[in-house]
């Protein structure tokens, strides 16, 4: 049996990277539908539609047991529609994360940040509620955060001026725990937490381990990487080297 990642394009590559280093020996598929990025701007109903296509490209392709939905604004509007045709186990990034902050916030004052689609569905504000009613809870959207990962202008002042920019007036309000709710964000936790030190960040991409163990997901298979894409794409290509070593993509149509 193996893992099946899927993500609107190369943010989930960060969800892959933690997956395939905590477990060498799973044999884990990827797809990601650059051909339809992003998914953060479209409807909900749009955004179930696609990431049933995803799964279904993994399911019937693969001996797939487990689905990973790495893309945040997916995993806030099509978990439950996943489960419920395919049968398999499905963990998207809401949840872990949410959880995660949860346990590691001390003064219960979390941040959150992601796409237009994510803060707009509330589904990481749900999470946490139902954790605990009355956790406070700040969050915004971070627009430009995308597009300076995929140009890798991740070390640059350009990134340290946009993430004060977007960050400044959340931190200020007292958040001691910030949930980065997109799978691009991890690349730029270094520069959150130089300008931000004293701020516990979550990487949803490591909660998600906690939920494969804790569904016993067999990951002794042979070790087989494979990533598809649905449209050729420079910055899935850069972050692809940056990632996943190099390994080469085949393109395939939903």
């Known amino acids: 049996m193996a893992i099946g990642i899927f993500d609107s394009g190369v943010g989930g590559l960060t969800v892959y990277k933690t997956i395939s280093e905590h477990f060498p020996k799973a044999d884990i598929h990827y797809l990601g539908d650059t ?63 949410a959880k995660s902050a949860f346990m590691l916030s001390a003064n219960r004052k979390i941040g959150i940040i992601g796409t237009r689609a994510t803060i707009r569905s ?77 701020v516990s960040i979550v990487d949803s991409s490591e909660a998600i381990i906690a939920c494969i163990e804790e569904l016993s997901v067999d990951t002794l298979q042979n070790g087989i990487r494979e990533i598809y894409l649905t449209d050729e794409s420079p910055a899935f290509e850069t972050l692809k080297n940056v990632l996943a070593g190099g390994l080469a993509s085949k393109k395939v149509t939903l």
């Not at 200020?172 to 725990?177: A, I, L, R, S, W």
């Open 35 to 97: 051909a339809r990025v992003p998914y953060g701007s479209r409807s909900q109903e749009t955004v179930i539609k696609y990431s049933l296509q995803c799964a279904q490209f993994l399911v019937e392709n693969f001996d797939i047991d487990t689905i990973i939905v790495a893309c945040n604004t997916a995993s806030s509007y099509a978990i439950d529609h996943i489960r419920e045709k395919f049968g398999v186990n499905v963990i998207g990034v809401v949840e872990p994360g």
């Open 122 to 198: 509330q589904s990481y504000v749900k999470a946490l509620q139902a954790l605990s009613p009355g956790i406070s809870i700040q969050q915004t959207a971070c627009p430009l955060f995308v597009p300076i990962v995929e140009e890798m202008l991740i070390e640059t002042e350009i990134a340290e001026n946009v993430v004060k920019h977007y960050l400044d007036e959340l931190i200020n309000k007292g958040v001691d725990t910030l949930i980065l709710g997109c799978t691009h964000y991890p690349l730029l936790k270094g520069v959150i937490s130089k300008i931000y030190p004293h």
